[in-house]
């Protein structure tokens, strides 16, 4: 995206090429982007034509299951001197969007939701630009902070958001990355808009998604005589939460070759089985963790004693009610739990029962339980996981090729 709108060439190395991705540079392309694959989809090169490069598109721009991609998006559509119509699958349309119109609409742009979600309709700025604001975010949200930062570019002045905790921060690194101007102090993200400069394209080598390595952290963790060693994993403070929570339920994690690519902290993460014990998790983590809640729920289950989980409505309102479908499935697995308005509370046991799982069309949910299986006295079946390809492609590959046994069946 933001090679998109920079003055000259810029060179994503590593990318992943999961369908929230592709679907993102398809939109892309409909808007004018000029964006190649070489080396085997290894690298895209996207050639930056500047900010006014960008034009409507005949056709609604489909985001597919993203709404990383819809949210930031709209940031990146607000106050164009064109139409467009951001749509997505059936699980997106049932996703909120209001809590990133709302502060769009405050900074002047014209952008209506369909009852609170998708489709969202942006219409062209009435006159002038953008205008600054100072939000003061309801709920800690990435997704929403980036796009009013990535609104805030086209904006006369400073835009500023304050977020009631910590939250990841890649947009902040790879703004400043590509030339803006942007500070984070005090839980207070502020970027100066461009007026009359451009972003400068840039070479950027993506980490390994340490969402992605989640599965595996576990995974190793819970079952017997295992060790891994993950390479060039994304190690951004803002992100670690997940490697926090498992040291806190006694896992053994360490972080080697510790070093810096393109703004981003990465590192080889070695981790060994151990013996989990349960824990309640400080609600500070939560946010730090959030999308990699769902398998850190099966760590728990495996964990000797009680485990607490709370600070964590936002799972009702992402791909599925993640608490909802997580409790459904662990009980299934013969898991003692108690499902609570923002979290959840589990009893660990030594080794879950098979059953059949339903994962509600979630990636994450999938995932999760393929790790659950793997200390299951019985096999266990998992519905609907295609879409898994939408942030992990080859995790069936990569989970057989480390010995788990999981394999797919045709319906």
């Known amino acids: 995206m933001f090679g998109a709108v920079a003055e000259g060439e810029t060179r994503i190395q590593r990318p992943l090429r999961g369908e929230d991705c592709l679907a993102t540079e398809a939109v892309l392309?409909?808007?004018?982007?000029?964006?190649q694959v070489q080396d085997e989809g290894q690298l895209l090169v996207v050639q930056g034509r500047g900010d006014g490069a960008l034009s409507g598109a005949r056709e609604p721009l489909d985001l597919g299951n993203s709404g990383t991609g819809m949210r930031l998006m709209a940031g990146l559509l607000a106050g164009r001197t064109f139409e467009s119509v951001l749509v997505g699958d059936r699980s997106l349309t049932r996703r909120p969007m209001e809590r990133v119109a709302a502060p769009l609409r405050l900074m002047g742009a014209d952008i209506q939701t369909t009852n609170g979600c998708?489709?969202?309709?942006?219409?062209?700025?009435?006159k002038g630009a953008l205008r600054p604001i100072h939000y003061q975010m309801?709920?800690?949200?990435?997704?929403?902070?980036?796009?009013?930062?990535?609104?805030?570019?086209?904006?006369?002045?400073?835009?500023?958001?304050?977020?009631?905790?910590?939250?990841?921060?890649?947009?902040?690194?790879?703004?400043?990355?590509?030339?803006?101007?942007?500070?984070?102090?005090?839980?207070?993200?502020?970027?100066?808009?461009l007026e009359r400069k451009s972003l400068q394209g840039q070479s950027i080598t993506v980490p390994g998604d340490i969402s992605s390595a989640a599965f595996f952290l576990v995974?190793?963790?819970?079952?017997?005589?295992?060790?891994?060693?993950?390479?060039?994993?994304?190690?951004?403070?803002t992100r670690t939460g997940v490697?926090?929570?498992?040291?806190?339920?006694g896992a053994d994690i360490t972080q080697e070759n510790e070093r810096?690519?393109?703004?981003?902290?990465?590192?080889?993460?070695?981790?060994?089985?151990?013996?989990?014990?349960?824990a309640r998790i400080p609600e500070h983590l939560v946010p730090l963790a959030i999308d990699e809640l769902p398998v850190l729920f099966v760590a728990a289950a495996l964990a000797e004693g009680e485990t607490?989980?709370?600070?964590?409505?936002?799972?009702?309102?992402?791909?599925?009610?993640?608490?909802?479908?997580?409790?459904?499935?662990?009980?299934?697995?013969?898991?003692?739990?108690?499902?609570?308005?923002?979290?959840?509370?589990?009893?660990?046991?030594?080794?879950?029962?098979?059953?059949?799982?339903?994962?509600?069309?979630?990636?994450?949910?999938?995932?999760?339980?393929?790790?659950?299986?793997?200390?299951?006295?019985?096999?266990?079946l998992i519905r609907e996981t295609a879409n898994v390809a939408t942030s992990f492609p080859g995790f069936l590959d990569l989970a057989q090729a480390c010995g788990w046994r999981v394999h797919r069946v045709d319906a």
């Open 219 to 237: 995974g190793a963790s819970v079952c017997p005589g295992s060790e891994l060693l993950l390479e060039a994993v994304g190690v951004n403070p």
């Open 243 to 249: 490697v926090d929570v498992l040291r806190l339920l």
């Open 29 to 35: 392309r409909q808007l004018g982007a000029i964006i």
């Open 308 to 380: 607490l989980i709370t600070g964590a409505a936002e799972l009702r309102v992402k791909e599925s009610d993640r608490l909802g479908a997580m409790a459904d499935g662990l009980r299934r697995l013969g898991v003692d739990l108690e499902v609570l308005r923002d979290g959840m509370r589990i009893r660990g046991r030594s080794r879950l029962e098979g059953g059949e799982i339903d994962s509600f069309g979630d990636h994450r949910i999938a995932m999760a339980f393929a790790v659950a299986g793997q200390r299951a006295a019985d096999p266990v």
């Open 138 to 193: 309801p709920m800690a949200s990435a997704q929403v902070k980036s796009a009013i930062l990535i609104a805030g570019l086209r904006a006369t002045g400073e835009t500023s958001v304050t977020e009631p905790a910590t939250t990841r921060d890649h947009t902040e690194r790879m703004l400043r990355a590509f030339g803006a101007v942007v500070r984070s102090t005090g839980g207070i993200a502020t970027i100066q808009g």
């Open 260 to 278: 810096t690519v393109g703004g981003e902290p990465v590192a080889d993460l070695r981790v060994r089985s151990a013996r989990l014990q349960g």
């Open 118 to 126: 998708p489709p969202v309709v942006i219409r062209p700025l009435a």
